[in-house]
Nanobody
Framework: QVQLVESGGGLVQAGGSLRLSCAAR????????MAWYRQAPGKQRELVAN???????NYADSVKGRFTISSDKIKQTVDLQMNSLNPEDTAVYFC???????????????WGQGTQVTVSS
C-alpha cells in the first residue's frame, strides 16, 4: 500500500519558480533516499536531484544553483524548489524513493505518477 503522491506541477514563465512536493504514504519503516527525476518528450528519464536520510544532496549539472531539494523525515516528504526555470526544464517530473516497508521489511524503490512542468518562453 506504499505510494508516492506528487503535487505542484504546472505552467510557469521562463525565469519563474515552482515548488514540487512528494509525500510517501503507507506502512513505511524508513526511507533511505528520496529523489526527483524528469523525462522530457523523446528523451530518457534523468536524475534531477536526490537527498539521503543524512541530508546529503546531489544535483544534475543542469540544475545546480537553481534547484533545491529538501526533505522532512517526520512528514516523510520531499520537495523540489525550482528557480530560474527555462524551457529546457519542461518535462514530467517523477518522485522516487528507496524505502523499507514495515510489513515485508525489504528495501524497495517506488515511483510517483509524475507531474507535468511546462516552462514557457
Amino acid at each position: 500500500q506504499v505510494q508516492l503522491v506528487e503535487s505542484g506541477g504546472g505552467l510557469v514563465q521562463a525565469g519563474g519558480s515552482l515548488r514540487l512536493s512528494c509525500a510517501a504514504r503507507g506502512s513505511i519503516f524508513g526511507i533511505r533516499t528520496m529523489a526527483w527525476y524528469r523525462q522530457a518528450p523523446g528523451k530518457q528519464r534523468e536524475l534531477v536531484a536526490n537527498i539521503t536520510s543524512g541530508g546529503s544532496t546531489n544535483y544534475a549539472d543542469s540544475v545546480k544553483g537553481r534547484f533545491t531539494i529538501s526533505s522532512d523525515k517526520i512528514k516523510q516528504t520531499v520537495d523540489l524548489q525550482m528557480n530560474s526555470l527555462n524551457p529546457e526544464d519542461t518535462a514530467v517530473y517523477f518522485c522516487n524513493a528507496d524505502l523499507r516497508d514495515s510489513i515485508a521489511y525489504r528495501w524497495l524503490t517506488y515511483w510517483g505518477q509524475g507531474t507535468q512542468v511546462t516552462v514557457s518562453s
